[in-house]
């Protein structure tokens, strides 16, 4: 049976510390015990000079014998490994769900077990929150309490992915011969959910719904685990860049086809925004040391590949017709998940510039005719996925830091294989005034054959790529995701920032009918203007600097 929330609340995980501390002293035993056989026993069966039965019979025994106990401290090791990190993970989330829970308990809530791993937050009669909950027929503690609920449902999640992952560990590491030891050998849980989470990417489309919902559950819980191991060696699996672009491209295509099944489409999406976390995480060059006492990331070298498989169409099975280029393949990993300005920031000049030189490049191999749901975005959200400029705007809406370099620093000029043009200038001073150009032409990220036959989505689509900009600037001028629910007002903007907001203020208010709203066309004179869609956005900036406007 799988955890659940009143098994983490009331499990005596002393008893696992119990096992895990025997566990230790056994893997010493046996090694002391491997030593002396191989040592001892081995080395006097090598030197005797062995003759008729005792030379093909006893030389072979001892050799058998000497392997054998070391396959058993394999064996015990590998299972001290797994137990020693199930128990402080397991530990740590039991802590924290004990505070929840009394946290929640103090401002007069219940927390009910659901009993399939979920939890429901109510209040508790007679309390201030019972009072709070009615008052003028409003709920002002529904939002609060679906936070707790929320969080500790995610935290008994982590915890039976941590007992599914590992009992199938231990399992491997016995093997099924009570006769023979020493079967996976294994030096962390994590190298068990890693082996685990390849073997299963190994299947690419032929993986069952059940089996992507497995693999979904081992990225979701350790693929944005800080330490970065676990993402850096599922990457470093999977082959590489081209590899990672084809296991990829191959899902994503297969969950988002029109004979796909409701299930498998959610179950691509739940990939893309997992495996989108994991490789941010995985290119981040500061992630804390590890348990190993190292730091887990991918080298830089990744970021320049990606940048120049970027214009290179990629093929996961072999006699293709279609083949996407690599950047409209990676816009969908690049949607989610807060990237380093070191991996992203290039890769985001250099789909801007090739934009900028040729608007219609990626969109020429869009696969037309296909619903918009079909493509490498199965999330649907601002467009098919053809179009990587929407994507990797996108993914500077989520990554503040990439966000603020791309927009304040001086552009850098790219060739076409993503390599640095070395002396070269932009002809534009910057992204800002580049996106702002009244000539700046914006696509209609759509699969559509005929684009006029629905004038009203295909507007709507051509407005996702200035959408997707609004949500670049607000992360580079507030410091942190556009759609982040923490906001913290002692935060002081950068010099950098307010530079920004101060040129945003001043393009806008000299160039007003870039933001013009004439949606349904009554004035002869006057248009919607291009950037419409991120009005939303400037109203966001301008709240955030509300307390900057008035100093």
């Not at 791993?117 to 002002?140: C, Q």
């Not at 990225?219 to 470093?236: M, P, Q, S, V």
């Not at 493509?375 to 098919?384: A, H, M, R």
Request: proline share 4%.
């Amino acid at each position: 049976m799988a955890i659940t929330y009143n098994d983490l609340m009331q499990v005596d995980l002393g008893k696992l510390g119990t096992a895990v501390s025997d566990w230790k002293k056994a893997v010493a035993n046996l090694k002391q015990l491997e030593t002396d056989a191989r040592d001892g026993l081995k080395k006097k069966s090598d030197r005797a000079r062995w003759e008729g039965v005792n030379a093909g019979v006893t030389r072979k025994f001892v050799d058998k014998t000497v392997k054998e106990f070391a396959d058993l401290h394999t064996e015990a090791n590998s299972i001290f490994q797994v137990l020693d990190d199930a128990h402080r993970e397991l530990v740590a989330l039991q802590k924290s769900v004990r505070t929840l829970t009394a946290e929640a308990k103090e401002k007069g809530y219940t927390v009910e077990d659901k009993g399939d791993g979920t939890v429901s937050v109510g209040v508790r009669p007679g309390s201030d929150a019972d009072a709070r909950s009615s008052k003028d027929g409003k709920d002002d503690t529904k939002a609060d309490r679906q936070r707790y609920a929320d969080t500790i449902t995610r935290k008994v999640a982590h915890a039976r992915d941590i007992d599914a992952s590992a009992k199938l560990a231990l399992k491997r590491a016995h093997g099924t011969d009570p006769y023979n030891a020493g079967h996976a050998k294994y030096g962390s849980l994590n190298d068990a959910q890693v082996e685990r989470a390849l073997e299963l990417a190994k299947k690419r489309e032929n993986m069952s719904d059940r089996e992507l919902a497995e693999l979904n559950r081992l990225l979701r819980h350790n693929g944005r685990e800080k330490d970065g191991e676990f993402a850096t060696e599922f990457f470093e699996g999977l082959g590489g860049p081209r590899q990672t672009l084809e296991f990829y491209a191959a899902m994503s295509i297969d969950g988002t086809s029109d004979d796909a099944s409701k299930t498998r489409l959610a179950g691509v999406q739940d990939l893309q925004k997992y495996m989108g976390h994991a490789l941010a995480n995985a290119t981040d060059p500061y992630t804390p040391q590890s348990v190993r006492g190292d730091r887990q990331h991918l080298p830089s070298w990744w970021g320049a590949e990606f940048r120049k498989l970027g214009t290179q169409q990629i093929e996961w099975t072999r006699g293709m017709w279609e083949k996407p280029y690599g950047y409209q393949v990676l816009g969908g990993l690049l949607r989610y998940g807060n990237y380093d300005p070191a991996f992203l920031t290039p890769i985001a000049e250099h789909i801007t510039q090739l934009h900028k030189d040729d608007p219609t490049r990626f969109l020429d191999n869009r696969p037309a005719g296909m619903p918009d749901r079909y493509g490498f975005n199965p999330s649907g959200k601002l467009g098919s996925g053809n179009d990587p400029l929407n994507s990797v705007l996108e993914a500077l809406g989520h990554s503040p830091e990439a966000a603020e370099q791309f927009f304040t620093e001086k552009p850098t000029a790219y060739n076409e294989d993503g390599t640095i043009k070395s002396g070269a200038k932009t002809d534009f001073k910057s992204y800002l005034d580049l996106f702002t150009d009244k000539d700046f032409e914006w696509t209609a990220d759509r699969n559509a054959l005929n684009m006029a036959a629905d004038s009203e989505a295909t507007e709507k689509a051509r407005n996702h790529g200035p959408n997707a900009l609004g949500h670049a600037l607000e992360a580079a001028a507030t410091g942190r995701p556009y759609d982040s629910d923490v906001v913290d007002p002692s935060v002081k903007h950068s010099k950098e920032q307010a530079k920004l907001v101060h040129d945003i203020v001043e393009k806008f208010a000299k160039n007003p009918d870039l933001l013009t709203h004439n949606m349904n066309g009554d004035l002869e004179d006057e248009k919607t203007g291009p950037l419409y869609a991120l009005r939303d956005s400037l109203g966001n900036i301008a709240a955030d600097y509300m307390g900057d406007f008035q100093r």
